[in-house]
């Protein structure tokens, strides 16, 4: 079964970039300690890395994250999703407008300009074909940014919120959680590593 997994790296103060994002400085200022446990050599964070990027079958981004990783200091053959990890899954981008051109052309992208839930069940059919060629259940993944990510929480659209919660206060940025309907989590996971405590809820 596909489930639909909003994943995301989160300061211990509720932001998921540092102030002044933007396409050259993608993670704002400080920002960038949010995903050290995604380049540790602690065992634990390269285990959880790899059993969660080996599930993935596609993966759900807004434009403005799209922006700063087909960007010129963005994604290479050493960065990326999962990078040394999988191979390639399918990106759904859920945007306004597509871009006039893509660098990264040898990445399979889709640009969706319905909306998000349109652009999740795009994805979602994209992991279950993915499922079937592979001969096992593969995910969807919603990874960011922030908004796109709390807009698919707050619209029901998430059966699994995987939160990476760094040891750092970034004072201010972008908020993943905003004012609006509340969800309610059953709590299924917990691994604290030494970078990062990494959290899994089912979302009601």
Not at 64 to 79: A, H, I, M, Q, T
Not at 120 to 148: F, H, I, P, W
Not at 162 to 170: E, G, Q, R, T
């Amino acid at each position: 079964m596909t489930r639909i997994i909003a994943d995301i790296s989160i300061s211990l103060d509720g932001f998921v970039t540092g102030p002044d994002p933007g396409p050259a400085n993608g993670m704002g200022t400080g920002g960038d300690a949010l995903h050290a446990w995604a380049f540790s050599e602690d065992p634990d964070d390269r285990r959880l890395l790899r059993e969660a990027t080996h599930r993935s079958g596609a993966v759900v981004l807004g434009r403005r994250l799209f922006d700063v990783v087909d960007g010129p200091g963005g994604w290479n053959d050493e960065v990326g999703y999962g990078a040394g990890e999988v191979g390639r899954p399918a990106l759904v981008v859920v945007t306004s407008t597509p871009p006039e051109s893509v660098r990264l052309t040898n990445l399979d992208w889709t640009f969706v300009t319905t909306g998000l839930a349109d652009a999740v069940a795009a994805a979602r059919q994209r992991a279950e074909a993915a499922s079937a060629k592979r001969g096992t259940d593969l995910d969807v993944v919603v990874m960011g940014g922030g908004a796109t990510v709390g807009s698919a929480l707050a619209a029901g659209l998430v059966d699994t919120l995987s939160l990476h919660l760094a040891p750092v206060i970034l004072g201010s940025g972008t908020p993943l959680f905003v004012p609006g309907a509340g969800r309610s989590l059953v709590q299924r996971s917990v691994l604290a590593t030494s970078t990062a405590t990494h959290l899994t809820y089912d979302v009601r």
